[in-house]
């Protein structure tokens, strides 16, 4: 058995899921793939990113020389955008109905089933009415669900009620449960709830990964710890992801952070990570990401996780292009597969390409395809009409023409609906088909790329287009593919954005003039550029940003190298109120503490959130941990020593290396 120890770090991305394989005493990228991924069926992406990567390795890497394999995804945050999940029961004890309706998961969710129960606590943490025992018994055997979100009034500073419904959801149901309190310290309940919400309905899919991820690791024979990337950028094992699947949220982007970091060497940059679907951007200053202190917003919803402060555009290599009414051509924000990759996968597309050049009828139906997800099995869980239906079952594995398939307005809306449900995938015209037309990229080679973008400027032109007029739209779409990447760019680099400015655009355009006055705006910080497509636009935009462009080694799965390089924090935050007159109250995880010494009850207070802290992150499967306290204090006007306290926060963060086999 060799004495070198190996990380592997995957990344399950919406076109491709990446591999890396690290060498932990080297503290180098050793080898790296790349697989198509399987939406179908993850664990058949997973495996083959893995497998490519392992044999790459020219030593001949040993299943039990692997130590540890880390994954980061983007399966939360496109469930919560795109609205799907289980099935859920929400419990909300002393909730009063203007709290309820504060929560918005009536609105949000409409017909899920909700129950206000009797219970709940005050400021200080007393009880201030008993929980109603047999109305909530009741209420959990009326309702059929896959799982419990269950939220009380000041359950952050006792939270025995939540645990007690807990207790009696397992004894009646057996169903997992997710208490706010184990999600946030916040005090904002209505907001706490909809998080509890928003993660109990994320269980069965984030699980559904981790056991995607455990078939390959035993077809390979591999037998480690398993850990799943956070939002925030830190590692927790699988098995403890699997219960609060919602601090995954922006998984992908924490990932590509860490990576860049890691693989660049800097402490002060711009991130920006493009991939097929999205490009995202994250701020790294002083070697720490930027970090959303009132919590992730995702899909419009602010929850109250901990995540890295990220923006996101729905800009890719993979975004689709199309032509309006008025001839303008747009770049996403949809992601369709592009026609390249199809022909590379199905060779019959090229005939189907040439067949729609010889049809004059169709217009901007043309060179546009339906088929099922890579890995897709017959049977699926999702619900659909019958006009779906009909639909569904003329789609299959292999690509169809759209134009033959939705032949009506109504037959268009339930492809739509079938796509958003992830029954079906499209393929059209992309960046990455007009990267390889210009000779930027040849992923995928072959005529494909080129019929295609004739079909495009034949529908924008109205007559078919020489080589001359197909390269200048090519190059008309990379360019706009460039502009956009320079706006988000010098947005994050501003801390907000100016829309539609026309100096930011003059920059961003590349004209670098605005009327007789020459114009240049560049962040003061490089700009780490990661991900696939990275090299083919990036160039074009440090040149027209004038800035520091900077493409790390292996900048291409960053994402998967943050994944193996991250490590596991925890924060605890534990909260001493005195009432002026000599009695503190400590406010911790194990609920209420009255000590009539403020020096005593900070002292209880600090060895509380040092010991929790230590707990969280040994359960989230640390190695060594070591601890930081810093504690807050406010004392009373003229207060000599801490007999003045009013108000203490203890926060103590755990760090350690993931355990590894």
Not at 194 to 209: F, H, K
Request: proline residues 5%; glycine residues 10%; contains cysteine.
């Amino acid at each position: 058995m060799t004495s070198k120890t190996y990380l592997i770090g995957v990344d399950t991305g919406g076109t491709y899921t990446d591999a890396a394989v690290i060498e932990a005493q080297g503290h180098k990228v050793v080898a790296s793939a790349k697989s198509i991924t399987t939406k179908g069926d993850l664990s058949i992406g997973v495996t083959g990113a893995i497998t490519a990567a392992i044999a790459r390795l020219p030593q001949g890497l040993k299943p039990q020389d692997i130590a540890l394999v880390s994954v980061s995804t983007t399966l939360a945050t496109n469930a919560v955008v795109e609205g799907h999940g289980s099935a859920v029961g929400v419990i909300l004890i002393g909730f009063d109905q203007a709290m309820a309706e504060r929560t918005g998961i009536a609105k949000a969710f409409p017909g899920m089933p909700l129950t206000i129960i009797a219970g709940g606590h005050d400021h200080n943490g007393d009880e201030a009415k008993p929980l109603d025992v047999a109305a909530l018994e009741v209420a959990i055997g009326n309702m059929p669900v896959d799982a419990f979100a269950i939220a009380s009034a000041f359950a952050v500073r006792n939270p025995a009620h939540e645990q007690r419904a807990r207790e009696l959801v397992a004894q009646f149901t057996g169903k997992p449960a997710t208490l706010s309190t184990e999600l946030t310290s916040a005090l904002d309940a209505p907001r706490r709830a909809l998080t509890a919400v928003l993660n109990a309905r994320l269980i069965s899919r984030v699980s559904m990964l981790i056991s995607a991820v455990r078939r390959s690791m035993a077809a390979l024979g591999v037998d480690c710890p398993l850990m799943i990337v956070k939002g925030d950028g830190t590692l927790a094992l699988a098995e403890r992801v699997a219960l609060r699947p919602i601090e995954t949220v922006l998984s992908g982007p924490a990932a590509s952070l860490v990576g860049a970091s890691w693989l660049c060497g800097r402490k002060d940059f711009i991130m920006s990570d493009m991939g097929g679907t999205t490009t995202d951007l994250g701020v790294l200053v002083d070697g720490r990401p930027q970090v959303a202190e009132h919590g992730a917003e995702v899909g419009g919803w602010r929850t109250m996780v901990k995540a890295i402060d990220v923006k996101t555009i729905g800009l890719g290599g993979d975004s689709e292009i199309s032509i309006g009414l008025n001839g303008k051509m747009d770049v996403g924000p949809q992601r369709v597969a592009p026609i390249s990759l199809l022909a590379s996968r199905y060779p019959e597309v090229v005939a189907m390409l040439e067949a729609d050049l010889a049809d004059t009828e169709g217009g901007s139906m043309h060179g546009k395809f339906v088929l099922k997800p890579f890995g897709a099995s017959a049977s699926h869980s999702a619900e659909v009409n019958p006009r779906e239906a009909e639909i569904l079952a003329m789609v299959d594995e292999r690509p169809r023409a759209i134009r033959k398939i939705a032949v009506s307005s109504a037959a268009q809306r339930a492809l739509a609906s079938l796509k958003r449900k992830g029954l079906v995938q499209t393929g059209g015209f992309t960046p990455s088909d007009a990267a390889h037309v210009l000779g930027l990229q040849d992923n995928w080679p072959g005529p494909a790329a080129e019929l295609a973008a004739k079909l495009m400027v034949r529908f924008r032109d109205m007559k078919l287009g020489d080589a001359v007029r197909v390269e200048g739209f090519c190059r008309e779409v990379w360019s706009e593919t460039v502009r956009r990447t320079c706006r988000v760019i010098l947005d994050t680099a501003f801390g907000k954005s100016f829309g539609d400015h026309d100096l930011v655009d003059a920059v961003s355009s590349g004209r670098g003039s605005l009327g007789l006055a020459r114009v240049s705006l560049s962040p003061s910080v490089p700009v780490v550029a990661v991900g696939g497509p990275v090299r083919v636009y990036y160039e074009e935009v440090g040149k027209r940003l004038d800035c520091d462009m900077v493409f790390p080694p292996f900048f291409d799965v960053a994402n998967a190298v943050g994944a193996a390089t991250g490590v596991i924090a925890q924060v605890v935050t534990v909260t001493v109120e005195g009432d002026g007159n000599g009695l503190f109250r400590v406010h911790g995880i194990s609920g209420v503490q009255q000590f009539t010494s403020g020096t005593a009850a900070l002292a209880a207070a600090e060895q509380q959130a040092r010991a929790a802290a230590l707990e969280a992150v040994t359960q989230l499967g640390a190695h060594d941990p070591q601890v930081q306290v810093s504690v807050s204090k406010h004392h009373l006007p003229d207060a000599a020593d801490d007999s003045g306290l009013l108000e203490a926060v203890i926060r103590a963060e755990a760090i350690g290396r993931p355990e590894t086999a």
